[in-house]
Each structure stands twice: as structure tokens, then as C-alpha cells.
């Protein structure tokens, strides 16, 4: 808002005992007012019409009579509004209050104001057209007193303010004339109660009124002493003359007054002079008033006021005329003994002092002599004259002593001695006391040394000692090379210094790039480094621009009146490191085949190096946390590692080095790898084995070995095969750091050459008498590849023998086979027997053999002869199948009792066990095996289980009648014909069977007891 225009200004006075209190009140409009450029608002223009909505400051300034501004600009207080902030015009309300001794005449005021914001603010002033209000002392009762004259009511005043009842008397001088009936006179510009002792003033009358009439003298006093001009004290003769024709009894009323004639204080009120041979304090010549009588009235003083006064006296008579009578000029009691000061100081300095006494009578009958004297206790008597007392002290000593002293005035008041403040005079130096509580370090290396470095807070207490003014300023410095202070030629060197009254820090060295004494606190242990002692802790901060500099404390005091101790050398050294620590290790990037010690070595100048920190990986990433000097590279055996030590060190004071990292150390602890290409099946001609090494990322194949059919090693990687067999290549190789592959072991198989089958029954042309045929033979594969036991075939006549079951008759031996069957012939005559085999590449062996076959008891056609003895056991034929039986018998029926020969009696059972021989067996075990005996008897068998093999040591069922199978629950046999191999199965329960590893034990035999035993040749575990 623009307020470019102030218009009328409502003003009041409020007038309150002396003080005038301003009230303004001010009112907006839209035309005249002040001048001056146009405020804008706070929208950046000016406005018309204009508002006060952004009126900030009302100030004023008021003008007295006589052109002198009796006020600076001082500000309003606002108040309130009347109207609602727009555009058009409201009224604001501003009070303020100010008080002053007025003058008479017309007061003027003007007032200026601001806008609150904008870019125009600035200040807009009226004229000073603006009249407060006029002052008239003869108008108002406190104008009047702040003039200094009496308000006289009910004397009727009009002037330009109007009429009041009432007069100021004396603000005209000696021109302000005017009585009030019965309310006193205003003579000359004094104001008189009571002139007349009828209470009516004659405004002309200048004598003595005696009645109301013009006077003559009706009774007369004169006052002789005192006249004035002369000092009294204590008990003092008034001396004045009395004269009444008329020789009245006279009375007399004395007092004594600061200004004549006014009997301010009265010393007797109704004194009868008649009566003075009764009165002690009076003495008149006679009581014969007619002439003029000298009387004498004695005065005690000492109860007066000292000051300047005069004698009133007021003689009358009994009929009522009197006379007053005043000294002519004022005279000066003076019962105080003068005043002596001095000009001694309580504040300690360091040289002599003259104390200067000043005696003081006031307005008293001035001072005679001044005494004095000086000791340490302050209690001397003062006998010397002079008003300079000289205080001194011996050097080197703290004197406290006082002056004691006193005055006598000119009519012998004396005053009491007085003594000075106690005179401190200090000419001893100050005390260093010591060091301590040194904090903020980084290391200390002595009693006496302290490593810091960049933004340490160092700090270090300090004390000194006054015996007299007391401590009062300490200094502090850091002195590069223990140099000279003051003569150290500026930064590096820190000097401090601190006052404990007042006094901050004083910087002596304005470069603080290095060392910056920055804070200083005081830490005595009294709370207090004001008095005599003082503990300052100073507090340094260390700059990380600092270079590696060695600083020598030093210390220096003044007490309070600059008396130095000296600078002081602390013995102290604080040497800084700002420099990191350097570390180097002596890894290579050279392979190694055992685990690597890489020394880490630190070297530091300054403070030394405190710790090393290293770690060790593969990615160069890992954060250095371990502690020593040696950071041992392992790697597991058998693998190749290539890793790096990272590292850095700390020194003594904390500086840490960036992180560094060795050359790439190398190990290799895995033996090379060394693959063959021999092939996986037999060959049938003569081929070679190569031998290829292979060292990974490690470094490098140095020899590869090899041996064959356990013979000596050999270099190389290369191996003929020509002879026959499976031979056995055992081979490894070497690196260049003898890291040695465990040996390997492949086969290379050559079979040049076929088996061989040998036949050991029946021997070529044998003549047999059994029609059963023991038919046994070996197929050796020798050295070659093993016999194909499927190809392996027995054919008798040209025909495949279907009594050879091959997996049941032949055993397996290292690939060769051992076969042994029966091979039941029924015809009697020359037979051919063929054996073929092949082996597993192929090459075939056959052997042949002719035999025959011949039996007297052949079923075929046979006679049974009673000749022939029985031989034991009998059998009818049926038992043994006998069909188409010729010829004569022992019996008409088939079931007449035979004989056989021997070759038929007395054959044991066979066994063949047909279970796992090894593995592992819980709950339910099948054992199976095959059973056949040719005289078709009843079998039984005995199973067990044992820790050795035959042992029989735990029976699984003791007696085992095979015949009964079907009624046997855990047994099944799949026909009890014997005469043909049966396969049986018993279900053996081994859930009560303790863990352990055992063998299966197994006894066969018929009804004459011939036997036939197998074990297994390995353990099963249950």
C-alpha cells in the first residue's frame, strides 16, 4: 500500500503531577497530510485512494516553546482500528507516553509512518502544523510547582487557556504582586500565610503592622550576634536589644531560620524577659525595657543542622505589639569535625604508592591540619603532618599496609581517625607450579615426549601460583626445535595467552595452518583462577596441514600487575606424524610348490610403526584385518593357488597407509594329470598306449613314468603292446616343482592267441561201466582274453549234452573254466565226446575224446543173477524204475528183492550251493541250492551259519528232511525226484540273528549217511 497522505491528527493531554502524558490517535484519509514521495504497498504500486491496511510504524517527535525538539523520534503503540482494511479510508489508533518539565508557550508535534513491505519502503514525515497544546504556569497547580513556584488557591486567574481558580506565585519573579483576603500574599514572588497578625495583607504595606493601620514603632528589637559572616559551634550566646517605651512585660519567641524573618526553628517559643532572673539560659542587663536592654540567651547548637542561617526574633507585648528582627546577614553553624579521604587503592601495583589525603570541611569553617601515619596492621596513631603519605615496599617482596589518619577544621573539630583500604604493593614475580592431566595424544613415547597428529585435541593443564596481586594472565606455546620464544620467527611456532578476567584467547602467531590453540578453560581445583593460583587447561588442535615438526612447551605468567615469572620450558615435547607409515613385502610372482611366508616390512620416520594389517585372497578384494608382519600364503594339497597380500600398516599416532597389494603369488601343490588312450577291449594285434600329462593353470609337466606288469619304471609316454595278456600299465607324471601324480594303473589287453581246453575225463577210449559219465574238463584262456562260458559246449554223439548246465558244472578262475558233470549214457557202447569253447575275441578251442559205455546191469535187457550176494540195502523194482522187466526173478511178483553190485551202492548226494556268496542280508534270507543223488534215496540236510567257514557253529535247522518239502513251510524244492539236479530254497529268518558277518554252512546226505559238505568262500553280513 502506497500511504502517501496523513490527514488529521486527533490529539489529548493528560496532565498528571509534574508529568505529561502524550495520547495520539491517528486517522487516515485520502487528502493532505504529509509530504514526500508515495510509499508503494505491498503490491509493488502506489494507491489513491490510499488505506493503512500496511501501515508498520507510527513514530513522533515533539517541539518545545522555544524551538528546541524535546523528544527524539519515538514510536507509537498501536492500539486499534476503526473500519475494515480496503481501499477506502479507516482510522488507526496509536498511544504513546513521555514525560517533561514543561515551559510556557505553544508545544508542537509532528509524526511520520512507514509501509510494511514493498520495494518503496521508506519514511513519510509531517510538517509541524500540528499544536499539541499551550503551557501557562498561572493555569495549572503542577506546572506551577515543576516552575518552582507556590499555588496559591482561590485567587481568581484568566488567561488564554481560560479561568482558574487559582494562582502560581513566584513564576513572574519579583513582579508577581497579588493578596488573597484571608489566604495569604504573594509580595515580590514570595508567598506569605500570615503577614499580619489580623490576617489582612496591605498589598502596599512595607513596614510593621501593628493593628491593621499604617505602623509606627510600638516595640523594638535588634539582633546584635549573630549578624552573620561568622562560624559557631556547640553552646553559642545570642546576643539582641529590646526597647518598649511603654515598658511592657516583653516576651520573645528566638528561632533560627535558613531564610530571615521565617522562624523556620524555634529555639524558644515564649521566652519571658521579665522573668530572666528565673531563666538560666537568660541574661538581661535589667527587665527597664524603656532604654535599650542588652540580653543574652544561651544557645546549645549541637542539636541544629550544620548550615547557614540567620537569628529571628519576635519581641511583644501583652497588648499586642511586637517587633521582629533578623541577623543581617546569615551566619554558619558548624558543629562537624571536617572529613578527610584518601586516595588509596585496594587494587595490588607493583611500585610505591602516594596517598593522597584530601580534607574536607564541607561548608564548614575549613580544614586545619591533616595527620597520618603508615603501618601493616592498621593500627597506628597518626602523628606525622602532610596530606601525602608515601607507601613502600622492598623489592622482591608482596606489602600489604594502610594509611591511618585525620583532620582538624578551623574551630577544632576533629574527626575520628579513618584508615585507608589496605595498600597491595607486589614486587615479587609469579610461581610455575607444574604440568599435568596431559589428554588427546596419540602416543606417548616418554614421561616426557607425546606423538600427535592431524586433528588430535591436545590437551595439557598448566598451573602458576601468585603470593601476591594474584595470577592473572597465563601463556601457552608450541616452539618448533625448542627455539627461542618470541624469537622463533613466526608460524610454525603457536603462542597463546589467557586472562581468567575477561580476556579470550589472545592469538600471538596468526597463522594457525599448523597448530591452533583454540579453547582454554580454567580446572583449578578451587573453582576459582582468579586468586592465587591458577590451573589453566588449554586445548590445541592439531592441523592435518601440521608438517612433521618436534615442538617444545613453554609456558609464561603475569600476575595481576605484570610481574612475569619468565618463560618457563615444560620439558615437554609434542612431536606430530602426519605422514602415513610405508610398507613393502618381498613376494614374487615366481611359482612356488609349498606354502609362501610373505614378509610385510614397515618403516615410519616419526612415530613409528605400530601394526600391519594384511589379508589374503584370489580376487585382490579382501579388507586387510590381521595383525603381523609375515602373512603366510597356504594352499591345500593337491590344488593350485594363485593369491595376493593385501596390506597396510598404522603407525604410532593412528596415520594408516593405503591399502597395497603384492605381485600375485603363485603355488602349486597339485600333481599333474595324466590320461592314457589304451583301449577298453582286447586287441588282436600288436598297438601302442600313449601317455598324455596335463598340469592345469600350474606349472607345467616336467616327466611322466610308467611301468608295466609291475617291471621298473620307465621314462616316457609311449608303450608297445605285442604279448599276449591283460597287461597291467601302471604310470604317473611330474611337474616342474616335483609335485608327483599318485601312479594310475589301465590295461592293454593283446590276445593273439586261442585257448586251450584240456579233458581229464573220461581219458581217450575209456570203457566205462556206470551209464552216469564223469565228464570233466578245464578251458584255459592262458594269457589271452577270458573264455565266453555261453559258447562253451559238450556234445557226446554230436549231440549238445543236455546233463551240462554250465552255470551250475563249471567254476570261473581268472576267466578260465573248470566244468565237472555227470553225463547219464543208458546205451551201452563207443561214444565221441566233443568240448568246444571261445574266448572273448573269438578264438575257438575243441577237443575230442572217444569212450565207451558198458553195463552188465544195464536196465536195457539186464539178467539178474541170484548168485550174486545182496549187498546191504535191498531194493524192489519198482524202487529203482524197473519197467519191462525178463527174465527169472527171486519172486513170482515185481516186488522181489534185487542185489545191486557196488558201482551202484553207496553214492554220495550232490551239493550245489546257488545263493549270494557275499552282500549284505536283513529280515527273510533265500538259500538256494541244487540237490541230486543217483540212488534216488531220501535226503537230508543240515544248514548253519558260522564265523568260520565249516564251522557249523549256529544251526538253522539241525536235520532237514528234503522229502518232506511240502510239508515244510520255509522250504520249497521244485520235485523229489533226485535222480535229476533239484533246486531247493529254505527261507532263513534272520531278524533274531545278532549283526555281525558270517558264513552259510551246509551238510547233504541220504539215508546211508554219505555225505557231501559245502561252505561259502565269503561272508554275508547281516
Known sequence: MGFKYFAKLNKMLVLLAFVIFLSLSYAQTCSGGLSGSGLQDCTGSNESPCHTCDVNDFQYEIRAPDDVTTTGWRALTYSSQVGTCSTSCVQENWTASYTWCPQEGSYDIRVRASAQSGSGYGWETSDWSLNIYSVD?????????????????????????????????????????????????????????NHCSDNVQNCDEQGKDCGGADCVSCVETIVNAPNGNQYIKGTYSIDFNVYDPSNHELHAKIAYSSSAGTFANIIVADLNLNNDPNIPALSCEDTDW????????????????????????????VSGGFDIDSSDASFRIDNTAP???????????????????????????????????????????????????????TSGQVCQKYVRYYSVDAVGNT?????????????????????????????????????????????????????????????????????????CGGAPYEIKSHSIYGQSVIDWMVDDNYIDIDQVTCVDSDGSCSDNDMTLRWHAKIKTTCQDW?????????????????????????????????????????????????????????????????????????????????ATVTCPTGQICQKYVRYYSVDKVGNSESVKVSAVVRIDKQAPTTSDNAPNTWQTSNFSVTLSCNDGSGIGCSATYYRVDGGSWQLGNSISITT????????????????????????????????????????????????????????????????????????????????????????????????????????????????ITFDSVGFMAQIDRNFGVYSEYNLEGFTIEPSVPAQGTAYSVSDVGLTNVGGSTSSTNYDAQIGFPPIFRNLPPNLLYNSIESGYVRGTFPIEFYVSDYEFEELHTRLAY?????????????????????????????????????LCTYYWDTSNVADNNYYIDLNLWDIHRDTNIYSTKKTICI
Open 290 to 317: 524603656r532604654n535599650q536592654t542588652r540580653c543574652l540567651y544561651s544557645w546549645n547548637t549541637t542539636s541544629a543542622i550544620d548550615g547557614n542561617y540567620y537569628i529571628d526574633i519576635n519581641v511583644w507585648t
Open 415 to 487: 574527626e575520628s581517625t579513618k584508615t585507608s583500604a589496605v595498600i597491595r604493593i607486589d614486587k615479587k614475580a609469579p610461581t610455575y607450579v607444574g604440568y599435568g592431566n596431559i589428554q588427546g595424544y596419540s602416543y606417548q613415547e616418554s614421561s616426557s615426549i607425546y606423538w600427535v597428529k592431524g586433528n588430535d585435541d591436545f590437551n595439557i593443564d598448566i598451573t602458576h601460583s601468585d603470593d601476591g596481586s594474584g595470577v592473572y594472565e597465563q601463556y601457552f606455546g608450541f616452539n618448533k626445535d625448542d627455539c627461542t620464544p618470541n624469537g
Open 946 to 982: 558260522s564265523l568260520s567257514s565249516g564251522a557249523f557253529q549256529n544251526d538253522i535247522n539241525s536235520d532237514l528232511n528234503l522229502n518232506d518239502y511240502e510239508k515244510i513251510s520255509e522250504l520249497d524244492c521244485n520235485s523229489a525226484d533226485w535222480r535229476l539236479p533239484r
Open 137 to 193: 504556569y498561572d493555569y495549572n497547580q503542577f506546572w506551577c510547582s515543576c516552575k518552582g513556584g507556590t499555588w496559591v488557591n482561590n485567587a481568581t486567574y484568566c488567561g488564554s487557556l481560560g479561568c482558574r481558580g487559582g494562582k502560581c506565585c513566584g513564576d513572574d519573579g519579583a513582579n508577581d504582586n497579588f493578596c488573597i483576603a484571608g489566604n495569604g500574599s504573594c509580595v515580590a514572588g514570595v508567598y506569605y500565610a
Open 550 to 630: 618436534n615442538y617444545k612447551l613453554h609456558t609464561y605468567l603475569y600476575d595481576q600487575v605484570s610481574n612475569g615469572v619468565g618463560y618457563t620450558d615444560l620439558g615437554v615435547w609434542v612431536k606430530v606424524d602426519n605422514t602415513a607409515p610405508s610398507t613393502s613385502d618381498n613376494a614374487t610372482s615366481a611359482w612356488q610348490g609349498s606354502n609362501v611366508d610373505v614378509t610385510l616390512t614397515c618403516t615410519d620416520s616419526r612415530s613409528g610403526c605400530q601394526t600391519t594389517y594384511y589379508c589374503i585372497d584370489d580376487t585382490n578384494t579382501c579388507t586387510p584385518t590381521t595383525a603381523g608382519n609375515v
Open 724 to 835: 599276449d595278456g591283460n597287461h597291467k600299465i601302471d604310470y604317473y607324471s611330474v611337474d616342474s616343482l616335483n609335485n608327483t601324480e599318485a601312479a594310475k594303473t589301465t590295461y592293454a589287453a593283446l590276445d593273439k592267441t586261442p585257448p586251450t581246453l584240456t579233458l581229464t575225463s573220461p581219458s581217450e577210449n575209456a570203457l566205462i561201466s556206470s551209464s552216469a559219465v564223469l565228464i570233466q574238463f578245464t578251458a584255459n584262456r592262458g594269457a589271452g582274453s577270458p573264455i565266453d562260458l555261453a559258447s562253451t559246449d559238450v556234445l557226446i554223439d554230436g549231440n549238445s549234452s543236455t546233463d551240462f548246465n554250465r552255470t551250475v558244472h563249471c567254476t570261473e578262475s581268472d576267466g578260465s573254466y573248470s566244468c565237472s558233470f555227470y553225463a547219464y549214457l543208458y546205451v551201452s557202447g563207443d561214444h565221441n565226446l566233443s568240448v
Open 339 to 393: 572529613t578527610t579521604t584518601d586516595n588509596a587503592s585496594s587494587t595490588w601495583t607493583k611500585n610505591d604508592v602516594n596517598v593522597t589525603l584530601t580534607c574536607s570541611d564541607g561548608s564548614g569553617s575549613g580544614c586545619s591540619a591533616t595527620y597520618y601515619c603508615i603501618d601493616t596492621t592498621g593500627t597506628c596513631t597518626p602523628t606525622t603532618s602532610g596530606t601525602l603519605a608515601t607507601v613502600t615496599c
